[in-house]
């Protein structure tokens, strides 16, 4: 996955997104989202896009905290240490969603006191090929391994994916806004509300240019 991938999806994940389970099978993470502003070719009741995204290959994954409150979510784990399943939905702190970005873990997760660490198979002496790191509710978590992968459904997203699912999700995005108030006004969609802009006359010639 390049760079521009990553910067793509720490946005569409982190404007709106929620954390919305984890899964562990021996070795192999999944870390699932909702409401990502990725377009969705498969469901034509909406336009946002549910992913998935796998770390495998000498995986790690820790959680910081300040507060025993903070991780009782744990509590809803099925399974056993090396294999389990956790359902929830959390929010994202938005633009706090990083890939293969130390300086980020290094300046926010120094303010929490406490790590729980559940898969470790770097000990400190290298770190993994990829890792994801972001904010959730007054917890920091923590994610690597050697390969990764991101899924939508069944498949897998490539960086050209990426790249025109988002560039999709935003042409709907600004044609939302355009017919607003407008007889063709789209059923009302709370992503594109979090964000509104206002499209004068002046730019009705520009967004005409793109076909929505």
């Known amino acids: 996955m390049n760079s521009k991938s990553y910067l793509i999806l720490e946005d569409v994940i982190s404007d709106a997104g929620k954390w919305t389970s984890l899964e562990l099978v021996n070795d192999t993470i999944y870390i699932d989202f909702s409401s990502v502003e990725l377009f969705n070719n498969n469901d034509s009741s909406r336009f946002d896009s549910d992913i998935s995204i796998r770390f495998s290959d000498n995986s790690l994954f820790s959680i910081f905290y300040n507060n025993k409150e903070d991780i009782d979510f744990l509590n809803l784990i099925k399974g056993n240490d090396d294999n389990f399943s956790i359902e929830f939905n959390k929010n994202l702190e938005k633009n706090k969603f990083k890939f293969q970005n130390m300086d980020f873990i290094n300046s926010e997760f120094s303010k929490f006191k406490n790590e729980m660490i559940f898969l470790d198979n770097f000990n400190n002496k290298d770190n993994p090929d990829f890792i994801l790191s972001f904010l959730s509710e007054d917890i920091g978590l923590c994610f690597g391994g050697n390969s990764l992968n991101v899924y939508m459904g069944l498949n897998e997203l490539t960086d050209n994916d990426i790249l025109i699912l988002s560039n999709k999700w935003a042409q709907y995005y600004l044609s939302y806004w355009k017919n607003k108030g407008t007889r ?12 509104p802009i206002n499209i004068n006359k002046k730019s009705i010639n520009l967004f005409n240019k793109f076909k929505f």
Do not use: G, P, V
């Open 184 to 195: 063709k006004e789209y059923d009302y969609d709370a992503i594109c509300e979090l964000n």
